[in-house]
């Protein structure tokens, strides 16, 4: 038989309302009955009713944290943002990973915040547009974005224009005027803004922006990567460097195949990827790349999410980070 808070009272001869006022944190309690009733709950081994508990307080305890795909490791360096601050947190996580699930993201998002399953949600990534993200404020559910900003919800970005600036800049001081750009073909407000950041940095210092040095990808992937690099090879820009805000799977696919095919790198050809991953210090030559500030982006994500939930954080709050640019051999 689970313990009760009726067993508790008994134990240390208190009504039952009393031992519900110490178990909730309220005040007006002695700090002598508060020592007395929280021992004897550890000696029961006592765990509260979270569901009764949720049908009087009308909240469930829980989060729901929301990945596009749990096997990314990019996806996965946020989320252990978000554990390094939830260990000392009053709440339980529930993870959903939406790749090859039949629902949808939009249909996951309607149930999570229709059901009141969760007090609160992290969208990690998420390619939908803002209009399906309104059931989260229309149901007045806390929610925070993030790796994008969001105008009607929280959110935690990074300053993407800067960091693909900062990478064209690089390569232009290297000597590059022909710098390919590979872009993801799944257009959304980061990719927008990194392409912006690289026109940007060729405007700036003179060189033309011409669309033949821009390239499509599908997915971040390495054979995306591989694909790619035989469409650029073939083009007749012939660039000397190529920027891959697309990711850096995609740039490491381009690494392989250019070393299969003899090109020595950065002297024959410079290589510069996107997010700063783990296998960007594997591969051979290591990967100079744009590290996004991953674990911070979960923790400040987090920190805002209890704090509207707990009523600490009135109106829309968004955070933006700084990217770091990583020179490493490929370039």
């Known amino acids: 038989m689970p313990v009760t808070l009726k067993d508790i009272a008994k134990r240390a001869n208190v009504t039952s309302a009393t031992v519900s006022m110490v178990i909730n944190g309220k005040p007006n309690i002695s700090q002598d009955t508060r020592d007395k009733v929280m021992k004897i709950a550890k000696e029961l081994n006592y765990y509260p009713n979270v569901i009764a508990r949720g049908l009087a307080t009308k909240k469930s305890n829980a989060l729901g944290v929301i990945v596009p795909n749990l096997a990314s490791s990019y996806v996965v360096r946020i989320l252990q943002g978000i554990k390094s601050t939830n260990k000392d947190i009053d709440y339980t996580v529930q993870l959903f990973d939406t790749v090859g699930q039949k629902e949808t993201e939009t249909q996951l998002f309607q149930r999570l915040a229709r059901e009141r399953r969760i007090d609160g949600a992290i969208l990690i990534d998420p390619v939908c547009s803002e209009k399906e993200l309104q059931v989260f404020k229309d149901e007045s559910v806390p929610c925070v974005i993030v790796a994008r900003k969001c105008d009607i919800l929280d959110s935690v970005y990074v300053n993407n224009r800067q960091g693909a600036q900062e990478a064209t800049d690089y390569l232009v001081d290297k000597g590059h005027t022909r710098i390919a750009c590979v872009v993801c073909h799944k257009k959304n407000l980061p990719m927008d803004e990194r392409l912006e950041g690289y026109i940007t940095a060729l405007n700036n210092r003179g060189i033309e922006y011409t669309d033949e040095l821009i390239f499509d990808v599908v997915n971040n992937t390495m054979a995306e990567g591989v694909t790619v690099f035989n469409k650029i090879m073939q083009s007749p820009a012939k660039p000397t460097a190529i920027f891959v805000p697309a990711g850096d799977m995609v740039a490491i696919g381009i690494i392989k195949k250019a070393k299969r095919n003899g090109i020595n790198l950065p002297e024959d050809l410079a290589v510069v990827g996107f997010d700063d991953l783990p296998a960007a ?51």
């Open 281 to 331: 210090e594997v591969i051979e030559p290591t990967l100079t790349t744009v590290r996004q500030p991953k674990l911070e982006m979960g923790d400040h994500a987090i920190d805002i999410l209890i704090d509207k939930i707990e009523g600490q954080a009135p109106g829309i709050n968004h955070k933006e980070l700084f990217t770091k640019f990583i020179i490493r051999q490929s370039a």
